[in-house]
């Protein structure tokens, strides 16, 4: 079975960095598409970055970009989620999914295209 597993969550201050990591486990090829999304308490999970196989196209929600950046290492099957100067709006529970066709600009963000959801990983940021 295939599953998405995230890691790297954690406590900072803003204005600090995280990684976060997400690795492929069960499946042996390269996801064409793999998104992080974000759910607050109490919110609706969105989109926040997404990254196709070949790395050569990444997406970004208006909230990261500049901020943010997303990478794959492909002889991992891993996507890493570079955070960088994080605000008091990042807290979440960030989650990574796999989507079977390679995303355009706008279905990048279609959650409801993705499968393969992780158990997510914390984000806490204090100010």
């Known amino acids: 079975q295939v599953q998405s597993a995230e890691s790297g969550g954690g406590l900072v201050q803003a204005g600090d960095s995280l990684t976060l990591t997400c690795a492929a486990s069960?499946?042996?090829?390269?996801?064409?598409?793999t998104g992080w999304f974000r759910q607050a308490p109490g919110k609706e999970r969105t989109f926040v970055a997404a990254?196709?196989?070949?790395?050569?196209?990444?997406y970004y929600s208006d909230a990261v970009k500049g901020r943010f950046t997303i990478s794959r290492e492909n002889a991992r099957n891993t996507v890493s989620l570079q955070m960088n100067n994080l605000k008091p709006e990042d807290p979440a529970v960030y989650y990574c999914?796999?989507?079977?066709?390679?995303?355009?600009?706008?279905?990048?963000?279609?959650?409801?295209?993705?499968?393969?959801w992780g158990q997510g990983t914390q984000v806490t940021v204090s100010s």
């Open positions: 999914a796999s989507y079977a066709s390679v995303c355009t600009a706008i279905s990048c963000r279609a959650r409801s295209l993705y499968r393969n």
């Open positions: 069960g499946r042996t090829d390269v996801p064409s598409t």
């Open positions: 990254i196709t196989s070949s790395g050569g196209n990444t």
